[in-house]
């Protein structure tokens, strides 16, 4: 019995992780699909998500709501701003330039961040306040109940946005062709912008959920999640959004397990070796489409 | 026997047959054309002739030797070499090197050797220039050796490809459209010059085109395909008056 | 054209020795203080590295994020050889050279088979990966010191033993560079600008891909096996993967397949925080900026339009040569 109930508690904890992966992992999948290009500074994006809700709550005093809602504006806003300055002009430019550029966004973000906020970690209680609850002996945490929720929910509007509305519909037509899109009369600055604002909210949220949950900030404190949150992304297979939402599921499951029984400091070389294995064995991920260059 | 012997070969891609029971003799040093309307099959048959898709059924021999089963890399080695539709030069690297990277297997060193470059270095590299600057100047592109690739222009990119394809030294040289996009003149030049090429190098070709001047003014020999299937064959002129291949182009 | 050659080899070979020359009246002279010492054989341990990585991003044109997990590599095992031996320190230092190059390249193969069928940004994430699995092995691994790190290492690579480390510096620039004009190189080359016609012509694609890494791996462990008797001390999250994205920015800076750039860029980059000591908080600011700025630079229409205008003034020159 209490092994069982030990191995649940592990599942619903790699399922917390992973909620937070998927959130973040949607953003990598969404960006790639419609900008082909893989957003190395999204997992930054948490970071600031976590500082802004720090700014907000605990040294402006606002109202958590306000707070909350001010910090999904703040990374959508830098999401924008973010693909305007250093990634539009690169929209023609090899991949290979676009990655560097997005590896020094993130750079960017995390030493700004170590600029104002200095390295030393800055403990920051949880501001999502749910009393915890035990069934049949599980014990699952009040953040625990709000990740899964808040998730299932944000991942249903997401599904629902893209596949039943216009500007959905918009997104999707880019990501198939730019050129055809914009022909048929699509804005396709204003749906690459609309992406990167809705790929940056949910990181905004993961990035709450994340700091609720470790209640410590640090400049790099967006890194690891963001590295994970791509593998599962990747995994999942890039571009498709169920893949994303699975890989993430997935990847928190693999890790939590690993953690658990096998052993702390393999844990991430477990991680990254599913995923060298998924990508041999499927080289466009789980639940990705693979295209052929024509000759 | 024919260079190139091709039975019952086919390939489907999901439903689709694109390429269905071809079959092909080429006789050595003969110059002959694969025709069609767009969409008849005929890149696909070049894929399949050089390795890029493997064939679901059919057998390709080449001098006796097998070709199913063999990479793009074998198959050019066992002496087929092409061109492309659109063009794929190595654009970053000049005109010299573009020839000399398709000399690779044919004039050899070991690794040592280019680590340091050392012993047969400097011969060998003498050798590879001299065998490229030959083959460019067929070309008169000898005087451009030192350009980028990606700096000529169009024109003379199609010629550095067929270039390039030579300087593997293949027995059967496959030119996808070579007149593509070349006004009148040019194209006059370069029927010209692959007569020039076949005869010199000893070769034998086969090419896709569109131009019918081109194609009735050089060809010996044409396969006309449609729907991945082989509609005619035979020598032009009996060809291209058949009425089934004028219905093909010109519709009911 | 050969003559130009010529004349580059002699421009090469004077500045090499210009520069050993310099080095050497500084470091003897006593004009340079311990700091700026100390900086010496860190320089030549990331020219080596920045070239090596050179050879993939700029030559073969793959992204690879796990340079420093080679490199960690070839510093455990030259460590782990020298802290084995009893010998004279030149020749413990030679064989563990070897021993940490080996094995870099070994692991290179070993990864690089199965990996190397991946293109761009797949290959970049899943070299970040093994970069990634290589440090948490040696974390977890108990005669690698795990996480406390590897002591004990003797200091046979530093500045007092200039000499030695920069033959080994020119011995893998002249390599790399000469390996890049070279049939086996050209193949490396036709590989990144279009696989499908390296292909047409005879090229083995996974065969030069694999060199490639290879090669380069190898001397990233030699560099590794450098930086290990400097420092003395090995832990396992000095290679984690912004180890691997600063070698990167060398190479970007560099000029992305320009070795010489590359060179240049490794050593301002590993003196600049000497200089800028007072604004090291700036430091990897400064790195983000750069590497932004330089990516939007080369593709933009500003640097175009330049490029442009020196051609023009090429031709013009060609044409009035001509008359």
């Not at chain 1, 019995?1 to 191995?7: A, C, E, T, Y």
């Not at chain 1, 419609?34 to 976590?50: L, P, R, T």
Request: hydrophobic share 50%; glycine share 10%; aromatic share 8%.
């Amino acid at each position: 019995m209490s092994l069982i109930s030990n191995i649940v508690e592990q599942l619903i904890n790699g399922l917390r992780t992973g909620s937070i992966y998927a959130l973040i992992a949607l953003g990598y999948t969404m960006v790639y699909g419609i900008a082909k290009m893989i957003n190395f500074a999204h997992g930054d994006i948490i970071m600031v998500g976590a500082y802004a809700l720090y700014v907000f709550a605990a040294l402006l005093g606002l109202p958590v709501p306000v707070s909350i809602i001010l910090t999904i504006v703040v990374c959508a806003v830098l999401g924008i701003t973010v693909e305007r300055i250093a990634y539009k002009p690169l929209r023609s430019a090899p991949s290979l330039a676009v990655l560097i550029t997005a590896i020094g966004v993130s750079y960017f973000l995390q030493n700004i961040a170590l600029l104002i906020f200095k390295a030393t970690p800055i403990p920051f209680g949880s501001v999502i306040k749910v009393s915890s609850f035990k069934i049949g002996g599980i014990h699952i945490s009040g953040i625990t109940i709000v990740t899964f929720i808040v998730t299932f929910v944000a991942m249903a509007v997401l599904t629902w946005f893209i596949n039943k509305t216009r500007a959905g519909s918009a997104m999707r037509a880019v990501s198939e062709d730019k050129g055809a899109a914009a022909l048929m009369g699509i804005n396709v600055n204003k749906t690459i912008s609309m992406t990167f604002a809705i790929g940056s909210a949910l990181a905004a949220v993961a990035g709450i959920l994340f700091i609720c949950q470790y209640e410590s900030l640090s400049p790099t404190l967006g890194a690891l999640p963001g590295i994970k949150a791509f593998v599962a992304a990747v995994l999942g297979g890039i571009g498709s959004i169920p893949g994303a939402m699975l890989g993430g599921l997935v990847l928190g499951i693999i890790e939590s397990i690993s953690k658990a029984y096998i052993s702390t400091q393999l844990a991430d070389a477990i991680v990254f070796s599913v995923l060298v294995i998924v990508l041999l064995v499927k080289p466009s991920g789980l639940l990705g489409k693979m295209k052929a260059e024509k000759v | 026997m024919a260079l190139l012997e091709v039975k019952n070969l086919g390939i489907s891609f999901g439903g689709l047959r694109a390429v269905d029971d071809l079959n092909m003799s080429i006789e050595q040093g003969s110059l002959v054309g694969l025709i069609g309307p767009n969409g008849a099959g005929k890149t696909t048959a070049f894929n399949l002739l050089t390795g890029v898709y493997a064939p679901s059924e059919g057998t390709i021999t080449l001098d006796g030797e097998n070709l199913v089963g063999k990479g793009p890399t074998d198959i050019c080695q066992a002496g087929i070499a092409r061109t492309f539709q659109n063009i794929r030069l190595f654009s970053k690297m000049t005109v010299l090197d573009n020839v000399k990277v398709a000399l690779h297997n044919h004039v050899s060193y070991g690794l040592v050797t280019s680590f340091f470059h050392i012993g047969a270095y400097a011969k060998k590299e003498k050798e590879m220039d001299e065998r490229a600057l030959e083959i460019l100047k067929v070309f008169d592109l000898d005087g451009q050796a030192d350009t980028l690739a990606s700096n000529l222009p169009y024109g003379k990119q199609r010629k550095l490809e067929i270039a390039r394809a030579l300087a593997t030294e293949p027995k059967l040289l496959l030119l996808d459209e070579p007149a593509a996009g070349m006004n009148p003149n040019e194209t006059k030049e370069l029927m010209d010059t692959i007569q020039l090429i076949r005869d010199k190098f000893k070769i034998t070709i086969l090419l896709i085109e569109h131009d019918m001047k081109l194609v009735s003014g050089i060809c010996e020999y044409l396969y006309v395909l449609n729907f991945g299937m082989e509609l005619a064959h035979g020598e032009p002129t009996e060809v291209l008056n058949d009425p089934k291949v004028i219905t093909a182009y010109l519709g009911e | 054209m050969n003559k130009k050659i010529n004349k580059t080899i002699i421009i090469n070979i004077v500045a090499a020795i210009v520069v050993y020359a310099v080095v050497m009246i500084l470091t003897q002279g006593g004009i340079l203080g311990r700091q700026a010492m100390s900086i010496i054989i860190p320089c030549c341990v990331n020219v080596i590295l920045a070239v090596s990585l050179c050879l993939l991003v700029g030559f073969l044109g793959e992204l690879t994020l796990g340079h420093a997990g080679f490199m960690s590599i070839g510093a455990y095992a030259g460590a782990l050889t020298t802290n084995a031996l009893e010998l004279p320190p030149i020749l413990e230092l030679i064989i563990a050279l070897v021993v940490g190059g080996v094995i870099a390249a070994l692991f290179s193969l070993i990864i690089g088979l199965p990996v190397l069928r991946l293109k761009g940004d797949y290959l970049a994430i899943v070299t970040l990966g093994f970069g990634e699995i290589i440090k948490s092995v040696i974390n977890s691994l108990g005669f690698t010191g795990g996480a406390k790190g590897l002591t004990g290492i003797s200091a046979y690579s530093n500045y007092k033993n200039f000499t030695f480390v920069y033959i080994i510096v020119l011995l893998t620039i002249v390599v790399i560079a000469n390996l890049v004009y070279s049939r086996h190189g050209r193949a490396i080359c036709a590989v990144r600008d279009n696989y499908i016609a390296a292909e047409a012509v005879g090229i083995k694609v996974s065969k030069f891909k694999t060199m490639a890494f290879v090669i380069s791996g190898f001397f990233a462990g030699v560099a590794g096996v450098f930086y290990a008797h400097n420092v003395g001390i090995l832990k396992p999250v000095n290679f984690d993967y912004n180890k691997s994205i600063e070698i990167l920015v060398m190479v970007v800076l560099g000029g992305m397949g320009n070795i010489k750039g590359a060179i240049v860029a490794a050593v301002i980059l590993t003196a600049l925080p000497e200089v800028l000591r007072g604004a090291s908080e700036y430091r990897m600011l400064l790195y983000a900026i750069v590497l932004i700025a330089m990516m939007l630079f080369n593709n933009s229409k500003l640097r175009t339009s330049l490029l442009e205008k020196r051609n023009m003034k090429k031709a013009m020159n060609i044409q009035k040569e001509g008359e």
